[in-house]
């Protein structure tokens, strides 16, 4: 099986064509794809489909580390896109890719030998609890300020969804409190019926935030594209910062920008790794 290896600031994709797939939709296979120590390894793994719809020009699958298929990854989605012009499947400065969340325009920015800047089209984000998912009586939109409760402590949260659920907390030092013990537990917490990815914020100032992420069916990574996108709109809808935000993940940053007309872009960067051939 060919497969090539992308990466949008450390959080890491293998792309594969569908054709190429010698095991379509196998958990246990997808799991082994992205074991760092028996496979490749990766965060995810995004399948380019044979056929795209009529209003996209490419459509892919993707699936976690855990072997469950996922609607969208941001970061996955830029890494897509590197793949289709680093290989010249496309030339035009836009493209348009289907996802399990809907169909994600993006523009190439930047375009080198080894770099390519995105600015994408992320969509509308889910506000409301009952979209999202999240288990609140009575329902709520905009879900800010909520609390849970986990090991005899209580979390006040801020969550949206950009195709999947989004859990963000307000911290003011990442060394003072155990996030990842804590963002282990809150993706699987009861409240969230299909789990959630889960990022912790320390606010800079109106225009920065820093963030660590815990992915759903993942772990943690060094960055998150649509948990970017949830980072940066808790900031905005907390009052913390204003519509533009400079995301500082740990491994660089990424732009988010909430547009007027409720249109969510995000602009970073993908490269390519490796091209590789497992032997199976």
């Given at each position: 099986?060919?497969?090539?290896?992308?990466?949008?600031?450390?959080n890491?994709?293998?792309?594969?064509?569908?054709?190429?797939?010698?095991?379509?939709?196998d958990?246990?296979?997808?799991?082994?794809?992205?074991?760092?120590?028996?496979?490749?390894?990766?965060?995810?793994?995004?399948?380019?489909l044979?056929?795209?719809?009529?209003?996209?020009?490419?459509?892919?699958?993707?699936?976690?580390?855990?072997?469950?298929?996922?609607?969208?990854?941001?970061?996955?989605?830029?890494?897509?896109?590197a793949?289709?012009?680093?290989?010249?499947?496309?030339?035009?400065?836009?493209?348009?890719?289907?996802?399990?969340?809907?169909?994600?325009?993006?523009?190439?920015?930047?375009?080198?030998?080894?770099?390519?800047?995105?600015?994408?089209?992320?969509?509308?984000p889910?506000?409301?609890?009952?979209?999202?998912?999240?288990?609140?009586?009575?329902?709520?939109?905009?879900?800010?300020?909520?609390?849970?409760?986990?090991d005899?402590?209580?979390?006040?949260?801020?969550?949206?969804?950009?195709?999947?659920?989004?859990?963000?907390?307000?911290?003011?030092?990442?060394?003072?409190?155990?996030?990842?013990?804590?963002?282990?537990?809150?993706?699987?917490?009861?409240?969230?019926?299909?789990?959630?990815?889960?990022?912790?914020?320390?606010?800079?100032?109106?225009?920065?935030?820093e963030?660590?992420?815990?992915?759903?069916?993942?772990?943690?990574?060094?960055?998150?594209?649509?948990?970017?996108?949830?980072?940066?709109?808790?900031?905005?809808?907390?009052?913390?910062?204003?519509?533009?935000?400079?995301?500082?993940?740990?491994?660089?940053?990424?732009?988010?920008?909430?547009?007027?007309?409720?249109?969510?872009?995000?602009?970073?960067?993908?490269?390519?790794?490796?091209?590789?051939q497992?032997?199976?």
């Amino acid at each position: 099986m060919r497969f090539e290896k992308y990466q949008a600031l450390g959080n890491d994709f293998l792309i594969v064509r569908e054709r190429d797939l010698p095991s379509a939709g196998d958990p246990e296979f997808f799991r082994f794809l992205c074991d760092r120590r028996f496979g490749p390894g990766a965060d995810g793994v995004e399948v380019i489909l044979e056929q795209a719809p009529d209003d996209a020009d490419f459509a892919v699958r993707l699936y976690n580390a855990d072997g469950g298929e996922t609607p969208i990854s941001g970061n996955g989605t830029r890494c897509v896109a590197a793949f289709l012009y680093f290989n010249e499947l496309r030339r035009e400065p836009r493209v348009s890719i289907s996802t399990g969340a809907g169909v994600k325009h993006l523009s190439l920015i930047e375009g080198e030998t080894t770099r390519f800047v995105f600015a994408a089209e992320m969509g509308r984000p889910r506000l409301a609890s009952t979209e999202i998912p999240i288990a609140i009586d009575p329902p709520q939109e905009p879900v800010i300020g909520a609390r849970m409760a986990l090991d005899g402590r209580y979390f006040d949260f801020t969550a949206t969804s950009m195709g999947n659920p989004h859990c963000s907390i307000f911290v003011e030092n990442f060394d003072a409190i155990d996030w990842r013990r804590i963002g282990a537990a809150i993706e699987c917490h009861p409240i969230f019926p299909e789990r959630t990815n889960v990022e912790f914020i320390r606010v800079v100032d109106r225009e920065n935030i820093e963030v660590r992420f815990w992915e759903r069916g993942v772990g943690e990574t060094l960055a998150s594209g649509t948990g970017a996108c949830g980072a940066a709109l808790a900031a905005i809808l907390n009052d913390k910062t204003g519509r533009d935000v400079n995301v500082l993940t740990a491994a660089g940053k990424l732009e988010v920008a909430w547009r007027a007309d409720g249109e969510v872009i995000q602009t970073g960067e993908a490269r390519p790794v490796y091209r590789g051939q497992l032997i199976i």
